[in-house]
């Protein structure tokens, strides 16, 4: 993962300089670190200095970091609107950004993209108002967000079987969006805007992870969390275990040939199995692994 995302670091800063020269008379270049919660939410909405979900403000995780909070119980197509909102204030113009996400938040960031990611945005200004929406610079447009890359801690784009069985409260309408069927019948996941996906995937599973195939974090199995295609998930594991195909690194397919979806790229195979999915208010679980990760490398 490192090699290939200095590779992209380093593109994406020869861009962004070549953008500073060409728009330094009309305006100032700034990158921007947006973090997209997962299911409970925490944060107020509209306030991107709210990291309630995640722990701390004061840990260094990207620069300028902004928490885009959701609601993180109703349906992923009614609480899009506050990414968009997100997105449009600090990725567009002559601002750019990198992207880190929990659990529902990569769901929440898969479907905003493939549903708007062509769509027509006005350029914004990065000042929010109490709503979180932003004033526009110049009157002018463009198509879809500026976004270097996305780090997905736990992901849950391909759904989580707690919600197959109920775990979880079934009234809840994120609950039936987390299904793993629809979950993956939701959006085009191969359909990124060319936008690259790194996936941190923990394995530091408990009694009722037997619920959950393969190697999982509590929450969120292998298939989901490393980004494996197909309408269903699967049992996908650590090289270490000889009773299930392996999740490979990378963009490879995994063991037993399942590719992942396009621009989608394990960083993280939780080997060592230390991790689990809660941030626990002081991110932790995987999101330590992003967090890391983010403040590396979101400059």
Not at 24 to 32: A, E, I, P
Not at 234 to 243: A, E, Q, T, V
Not at 254 to 273: C, I, L, M, P, Q
Request: charge should be neutral.
């Amino acid at each position: 993962m490192k090699v290939g995302k200095r590779f992209a670091a380093v593109v994406a800063a020869v861009v962004t300089g070549f953008c500073v020269f060409g728009f330094s008379m009309f305006g100032h270049t700034t990158n921007y670190s947006l973090w997209i919660n997962g299911r409970t939410g925490g944060g107020q909405l509209g306030n991107y200095a709210d990291f309630t979900y995640w722990g701390p403000n004061a840990t260094a995780a990207g620069v300028n970091k902004k928490s885009v909070n959701w609601d993180g119980y109703n349906h992923i197509s009614d609480q899009s609107y506050l990414v968009r909102n997100a997105l449009d204030c600090h990725c567009t113009g002559t601002n750019w950004c990198y992207v880190a996400t929990h659990s529902a938040g990569d769901l929440m960031l898969g479907y905003t993209l493939a549903m708007y990611g062509g769509s027509t945005r006005t350029k914004k200004n990065a000042v929010a108002n109490s709503s979180g929406v932003c004033g526009t610079t110049d009157g002018t447009t463009q198509t879809g967000w500026n976004i270097k890359w996305v780090d997905a801690g736990g992901g849950a784009a391909g759904g989580t079987e707690l919600s197959d069985v109920g775990s979880w409260l079934l009234s809840e309408p994120l609950v039936s969006d987390l299904k793993t069927s629809t979950a993956r019948a939701l959006y085009d996941h191969n359909n990124t805007r060319g936008t690259m996906f790194y996936m941190f995937a923990g394995a530091k599973g408990t009694l009722y992870s037997g619920l959950l195939p393969g190697q999982d974090d509590e929450v969120i199995a292998y298939h989901s969390a490393g980004g494996v295609s197909g309408s269903t998930g699967g049992g996908y594991c650590n090289p270490s275990d000889w009773f299930c195909n392996d999740l490979t690194l990378g963009t490879a397919a995994n063991e037993g040939g399942r590719a992942k979806w396009t621009n989608h790229y394990v960083s993280f195979r939780d080997d060592s199995e230390s991790v689990n999915h809660y941030t626990s208010g002081n991110w932790g679980g995987v999101i330590s692994k992003v967090r890391a990760d983010m403040n590396t490398y979101a400059q």
